[in-house]
């Protein structure tokens, strides 16, 4: 689960530290203190694309931390996803730590357990540890795509999916050979040798996908190694080895500052600043031995490579292409010299093609069963959640249309349905469902689908909006109870979810000599009072709403 929340200078968030426990979590607060620009930090730190924009105004950096818990199961494939991806695991490998730095110009840098991680790995990870709920969640319903991915992911078939789809790509690439081949008929001779003396010339070349760029790189090193290290060892004596060295005069300033912090505490910040240089100044020392100790002067692999930049370039103009497209050319060119020999064995490619449809016709007719199995299964639980929803009578329905060709879905098209009254026949809910229905389906699917999901912390941003009175306390008591098997986090403006929580954050934005912050803090029993009183009554809080605060609690 999520233990701690870390964010540094992010929107309007100066400094700001959460320790998260198990169960239900409520965060609350007025509409624009910050409650989402929390759920945007830790999207951000579980692979979410950055932007410059979100640094806090007048700061070079961002920077945002988030601590997890594992145990059991996660553990033991968390930790194994770790080293499979070369990771270290912490000592106890009961903790995962995940960090995210984004810098004023753009960049971005992501860590996991101190080591450097590529976004899609941060993504990866986070994929298995947080599964976020937006506000927007139900507009998404309204895409056919959306509903088919929402009743594969509920019923495990995700695997299956992705199975039934590499299929009938297999199956597509055996028809368009099959065509290829077939039209490959006149003037087969001729066209054979032209193409088998290209064939042989580019398959003694061999020219890679990237690697003229690769090519053009290490020439440029090699080329200019003797600069490169004349260079870098200068740059290594400045730094850490000739007399006044900057590693010298920065623990001298240091020295000096560390003194005097002591004295005035205003200082502190600048100490704080070199103590950073320092460490920043030591790790490019050891970057530059570790570099020095790499690189050398080879002339042979210069020539080589020289060699190799010319053979590329005479065949790329050769066969009047970019050097890059190279190895797309010499792809085309396999690929037809194969058709025209397999133009003279139609017969064991149109066995080929049947096989391939074979195999995907039965995964896909098992695709089909389980959902129509799984869909009986959500039918049944949804609509059993609409009737808690201020929806009586209501009905939801999954409808398998069989699609008139194979796709690479499978053989059907997911289409939910939904009659919002007794006696009304279900209808598509793009059709039928207004804001406020479809709000509350969504939140009904979202609850019931996240009771199976195998990741441990869910968060729900806003999800309740369009409802209030009892059913509002109905979701409050569904997501209390989601909360005794998942960590659940819910940023809410109805008291009646708010009431609900195990522990409560209350988000407030605070403006001093005209900068605006965001700050968060976790309510006693006396302050959830007042806060979900505020929540009832409004900027007025009477004696009456503080009755009605303390009763939600109470109940």
């Given at each position: 689960m999520l233990c701690s929340l870390s964010i540094r200078d992010f929107v309007i968030v100066d400094e700001l530290d959460i320790d998260l426990e198990k169960g239900f979590t409520v965060l609350t607060g007025e509409t624009g203190a910050g409650k989402s620009i929390l759920l945007d930090a830790l999207s951000l730190v579980l692979g979410e694309r950055a932007d410059p924009s979100q640094i806090r105004e007048g700061k070079q950096k961002a920077e945002i931390?988030?601590?997890?818990?594992?145990?059991?199961?996660?553990?033991?494939?968390?930790?194994?996803?770790?080293?499979?991806?070369?990771?270290?695991?912490?000592?106890?490998?009961?903790?995962?730590?995940?960090?995210?730095?984004?810098?004023?110009?753009?960049?971005?840098?992501?860590?996991i357990n101190g080591g450097t991680a590529t976004l899609a790995q941060l993504k990866d990870l986070g994929d298995q540890l947080?599964?976020?709920?937006?506000?927007?969640?139900?507009?998404?319903?309204?895409?056919s795509g959306a509903q088919r991915d929402l009743l594969d992911n509920q019923a495990?078939?995700?695997?299956?999916?992705?199975?039934?789809?590499?299929?009938?790509?297999?199956?597509?690439?055996?028809?368009?050979?099959?065509?290829?081949?077939?039209?490959?008929?006149?003037?087969?001779?001729?066209?054979?040798?032209?193409?088998?003396?290209?064939?042989?010339?580019?398959?003694?070349?061999?020219?890679?996908?990237?690697?003229w760029a690769e090519v053009e790189i290490e020439h440029a090193r090699l080329a200019n190694a003797a600069k490169l290290i004349e260079g870098s060892?200068?740059?290594?004596?400045?730094?850490?080895?000739?007399?006044g060295n900057a590693e010298e005069l920065l623990a001298k300033a240091f020295g000096e500052i560390e003194d005097l912090a002591r004295l005035d505490s205003n200082l502190e910040d600048a100490k704080i600043a070199i103590e950073s240089a320092q460490i920043q100044l030591s790790e490019a020392g050891h970057s530059l031995n570790r570099y020095l100790q790499k690189i050398d002067v080879d002339p042979e692999r210069l020539a080589e490579v020289e060699e190799r930049l010319k053979a590329l370039h005479a065949a790329a103009k050769k066969f009047k292409v970019t050097p890059e497209e190279l190895h797309l050319t010499w792809q085309d060119i396999q690929e037809k010299v194969t058709a025209i020999k397999?133009?003279?064995?139609?017969?064991?490619?149109?066995?080929?093609?049947?096989?391939?449809?074979?195999?995907?016709?039965?995964d896909a007719k098992v695709l089909s069963a389980q959902r129509a199995k799984a869909a009986k299964a959500l039918e049944i639980a949804v609509t059993a959640a609409m009737?808690?929803?201020?929806?009586?009578?209501?009905?939801?329905?999954?409808e398998l249309v069989k699609l008139p060709n194979e796709t690479s879905h499978g053989l059907e098209q997911i289409e939910f349905l939904v009659a919002g009254h007794p006696g009304v026949s279900p209808k598509p809910l793009s059709k039928v469902a207004s804001g406020g229905e479809l709000a509350r389906i969504s939140l009904a699917i979202s609850v019931?689908?996240?009771?199976?999901?195998?990741?441990?912390?869910?968060?729900?941003?806003?999800?309740d909006s369009g409802i209030g009175g009892a059913v509002a306390e109905t979701v409050g008591k569904r997501l209390k109870e989601l909360g005794q098997i998942h960590q659940v986090l819910c940023v809410t403006h109805l008291a009646q979810v708010a009431a609900q929580?195990?522990?409560?954050?209350?988000?407030?934005?605070?403006?001093?000599?005209?900068?605006?912050?965001?700050?968060?803090?976790?309510?006693?029993?006396?302050?959830?009072?007042?806060?979900?009183?505020?929540?009832?009554?409004?900027?007025?809080?009477?004696?009456?709403?503080?009755?009605?605060?303390?009763?939600?609690?109470?109940?």
């Open positions: 931390s988030a601590i997890f818990s594992l145990s059991g199961k996660l553990q033991q494939s968390i930790n194994t996803w770790l080293e499979n991806e070369g990771f270290t695991a912490e000592d106890d490998g009961l903790t995962l730590i995940l960090k995210r730095v984004i810098d004023s110009g753009g960049r971005s840098r992501s860590f947080v599964d976020i709920h937006g506000q927007h969640a139900h507009q998404l319903l309204l895409k495990n078939l995700s695997e299956l999916g992705q199975q039934v789809t590499q299929l009938f790509h297999q199956w597509d690439a055996a028809r368009k050979q099959l065509e290829n081949a077939q039209k490959a008929g006149e003037n087969l001779q001729r066209e054979q040798e032209r193409l088998t003396w290209q064939l042989e010339e580019l398959d003694a070349l061999a020219p890679k996908e990237g690697e060892q200068t740059a290594l004596q400045l730094i850490e080895t000739q007399e397999d133009a003279q064995d139609l017969e064991a490619l149109e066995s080929t093609v049947k096989a391939a449809h074979t195999a995907y016709l039965k009737q808690d929803l201020s929806m009586a009578g209501g009905k939801f329905a999954i019931i689908t996240s009771e199976h999901s195998q990741v441990p912390t869910l968060i729900f941003d806003e999800v929580g195990h522990q409560h954050w209350k988000v407030e934005k605070n403006s001093i000599h005209g900068i605006t912050t965001s700050s968060i803090t976790s309510l006693n029993r006396n302050d959830r009072v007042e806060e979900i009183a505020r929540m009832l009554g409004g900027a007025e809080i009477t004696d009456t709403t503080k009755r009605h605060a303390r009763e939600l609690l109470g109940n």
